[in-house]
């Protein structure tokens, strides 16, 4: 065995040749709210496949659920493996790794940790067939692009593995620590809490995107119009998608665009929305409307850390922020809705339609600003007399209270307890 690649296992491990090491040490883990469901896997002989978008907190979750499996003696020992390392990635479509590690831990009863396994050429059969000796081990994987995952992993693992997709952290997850000021700005990557240069981490992370994960593994060759679009796409955050305009703008076909568009999405930077629709005639059915999945992001993309108070694009930071804690409920505590936005074509507008079906949906509106008195905007009345939810939420800066407006139930709740609002949609989708 290659002894600069041993050299690297030993580093990654050290509870290998020194047994009284930890395994893993985890001195700022925040616990995510999805450690409960990894933890119902922890009888099942599926493997465990971890998505989502670098530095989210994957590998830290699947090492504080190793610690979990090693302390409760479930396995013996884990062996953990980086394929960000060229030795790693060259040793694992070797012919003699299953015995080589059988060599290193003088045991079949262990954990398999495989991180960023997309970099893998064939990760989905070397897993398949690691898979199929029915050892008895826990392999756990984790992947920041969901086209790779999708093209390498998942086709042939059916039937043999359970995935999660694990996003940067909420704010029921922060708790005392959200900070309106650093989430709304900074966002919500676990590492944005330790640093104290937030912008030049956000830097790095945006370069490392386009450079490994665009440039690298996607083989984008345009990796400059990438980023103009990048650019675009966090102007027009919360907007109607133009697919030519952007075209234009980008000078590339429409085509080209929609390819991006679905490369964003994939490698969990952007989320579509698509509209709610019921009366045809008069709503707008077709477009659909982009978030950045993180506002650190997309205020990296706009190279915008201003402060709030002087930035014109609050109510969008707002909006955008709402929209990124929703869909991290839905994500986190597996709700069975999907996010729409309702517009008419007259204008009438409601932000989010959080919809589970025609007698469960409820709608999400975000005002950002000084209320005196309980009040909706035109057309979330038009909405409520058409639709007559059982309920509804309206974010606002410092109003908070319930009152009923057009027989419904209006839940106003200030975004700086944003968390009162993410509990109120939750006990309403585990009620219905």
């Known amino acids: 065995m290659n002894t600069n690649l041993l050299t690297t296992i030993h580093l990654a491990n050290p509870w290998l040749k020194d047994p009284t090491a930890p395994i893993f040490w985890l001195p700022q883990y925040v616990p995510r709210i999805q450690f409960s469901t990894l933890q119902k896997q922890l009888s099942s002989s599926l493997m465990m ?37 060229a030795l790693v990635r060259e040793w694992l479509t070797g012919s003699h790794v299953l015995h080589d590690i059988e ?5 079949r009863h262990f ?3 495989i991180d960023e396994v997309q970099r893998l050429e064939t990760p989905g059969l070397i897993l398949k067939a690691i898979y199929d000796l029915h050892w008895p081990i826990k392999i756990i994987a984790t992947g920041s692009s969901q086209l790779e995952i999708k093209s390498k992993v998942q086709e042939h693992l059916t039937g043999r593995h359970f995935e999660a997709l694990i996003l940067p952290l909420s704010c029921q997850e922060l708790g005392d620590r959200w900070d309106f000021h650093v989430n709304t700005l900074y966002g919500s990557y676990p590492q944005i809490f330790l640093e104290a240069e937030k912008t030049l981490y956000l830097e790095n992370l945006y370069k490392n995107y386009i450079n490994k994960d665009i440039i690298e593994i996607l083989q984008v060759r345009n990796a400059d119009t990438m980023r103009h679009l990048l650019g675009l796409m966090a102007h027009a955050a919360g907007q109607l998608v133009n697919y030519q305009q952007l075209a234009t703008d980008c000078r590339v076909s429409s085509p080209t665009i929609q390819h991006y568009l679905s490369i964003l999405e994939n490698t969990y930077v952007l989320k579509a929305i698509t509209p709610f629709t019921g009366n045809k005639r008069t709503e707008i059915t077709s477009n659909p409307i982009y978030y950045f999945l993180d506002n650190g992001f997309r205020n990296q993309a706009l190279n915008n850390f201003s402060a709030l108070e002087n930035r014109t694009d609050l109510g969008l930071l707002i909006e955008g922020f709402v929209f990124q804690e929703l869909y991290k409920l839905k994500i986190q505590y597996a709700l069975d809705f999907e996010i729409h936005y309702w517009r008419t074509k007259s204008g009438a507008e409601v932000d989010f339609v959080l919809y589970k079906n025609q007698a469960c949906f409820i709608p999400v509106e975000v005002k950002y600003r000084t209320f005196n008195a309980p ?13 007559a939810p059982k309920r509804a939420i309206i974010i606002t800066k410092d109003w908070y209270g319930d009152s009923i407006i057009e027989g419904v139930t209006i839940h106003f709740v200030p975004f700086s307890t944003i968390s009162t609002s993410m509990e109120l949609v939750r006990s309403f989708f585990l009620s219905e």
């Open 49 to 85: 496949l971890l998505t989502g978008p670098r530095q989210a907190g994957k590998t830290t979750l699947a090492r504080r659920f190793c610690q979990e499996l090693v302390d409760t003696k479930a396995y013996t020992t884990v062996l953990y493996l980086n394929c960000d390392e």
């Open 103 to 107: 060599t290193i831990l003088h045991t």
């Open 375 to 387: 009040k909706i905007s035109r057309g979330f009345r038009s909405f409520l007399q058409s639709y």
């Open 111 to 113: 954990i398999l940790f």
